[in-house]
């Protein structure tokens, strides 16, 4: 395959069939290789789109600096269709994020501004704005606000997954939620085509999406500090918050079993994914997402078992 420009890499990741776990019979879970975009995560699918966009609307030029909070992989995203446009990025990050994408992004030619852990995201935004204030020229996608962050996914992942499964129904489409943008963009799409699927969202504990107290937890890249306004509530049908220990543990298993190599957010998932088969009648299709891969987490002794045993 000849490419001209990595960013036209992004999308169409292939879906896998999860083999070897105890299933009902003929209940299939399909899972969207999201690490094998480009930038290595399913954000560099808003990456592009908010840049593009951007563009399209002359909001931004070559003089332009991008700002954004982030916790790695919209950064990686953004700092790859960034160099599409010629283009200067700053990120906002969190100190306690891992440092695989935090070398990603600077390899990429991004600036790493940090916030301390305990001001959470909601710290890296407001030096975002305050940055953005005092910088001409300067621009913020602003993911957490932004309608093209589920757009992004209604245009891209939703088709995706019905065309990967052909004539096959989804009867329960799962993802994480950190902002919200992969659920909602997607779940829509899927809804929109067929109104019987129904849409689960999943969050570690210490996230507020499912009424409990916002706390630290080691699950990177899904949990909410607060609710953006596109996370529209009303596409939610069940909730499932899932233990850092839980999603560490399917990490493990994928692995052995699959042998994918998947991040802590899709260890998560998938914890949701064997907990909705046991609900569902037999024969259902579960779709899920998985948004990045544990090479991003070996600093964290990802599959250290004992670190987080289920
Ligand atoms: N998993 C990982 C590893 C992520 O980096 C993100 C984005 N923060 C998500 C899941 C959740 O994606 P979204 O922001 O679209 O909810």
Avoid: W
Avoid at 33 to 56: F, H, T
Avoid at 131 to 140: D, F, G, I, T, V
Avoid at 238 to 260: M, P, Q
Avoid at 275 to 287: C, D, F, N, R
């Amino acid at each position: 395959m000849l490419v001209r420009k990595i960013t036209d890499l992004i999308g169409n990741t292939p879906l896998l069939e999860i083999q070897g776990f105890d299933l009902p019979e003929n209940t299939k879970i399909f899972a969207k290789l999201e690490m094998l975009n480009p930038g290595g995560s399913v954000k560099d699918r808003l990456g592009i789109k908010l840049l593009k966009s951007a563009v399209d609307e002359g909001l931004i030029n070559s003089e332009t600096i991008i700002i954004e909070p982030t916790a790695g992989n919209t950064g990686i995203g953004l700092a790859l269709a960034a160099q599409k446009y010629n283009l200067k990025v700053i990120f906002i990050v969190p100190e306690k994020f891992s440092q695989e994408k935090q070398i990603l992004m600077k390899a990429l030619g991004a600036t790493i501004v940090h916030t301390p852990n305990n001001q959470g995201m909601l710290g890296a935004i407001k030096k975002a704005e305050e940055l953005a204030a005092e910088l001409e020229h300067s621009y913020l996608p602003s993911q957490f606000e932004n309608p093209m962050n589920p757009l992004a996914y209604y245009e891209t992942l939703g088709p995706e997954l019905i065309f990967d499964l052909g004539s096959k129904r989804i009867d329960v489409f799962i993802a994480g939620a950190g902002s919200g943008g992969t659920f909602s963009g997607t779940a829509r799409y899927l809804k929109e085509h067929y109104s019987e699927t129904v849409a689960c969202v999943v969050e570690p504990e210490g996230s507020i999406l499912g009424g409990g107290q916002a706390h630290s937890h080691k699950t990177e890249g899904i949990g909410m500090e607060f609710i953006p306004d596109f996370m529209d509530q009303k596409l939610i049908d069940k909730i499932y918050t899932i233990s850092d220990e839980e999603a560490f543990y399917y990490v493990r298993k994928l692995a052995e079993s699959n042998g994918v190599f998947v991040g802590s957010s899709s260890g998560a998932a998938f914890a949701a994914c064997l907990k909705e088969a046991q609900e569902l009648p037999a024969g259902s299709t579960i779709v899920t997402v998985f948004p990045d891969s544990s090479e991003r987490y070996m600093s964290k002794n990802i599959y250290q078992e004992g670190v987080s045993n289920k």
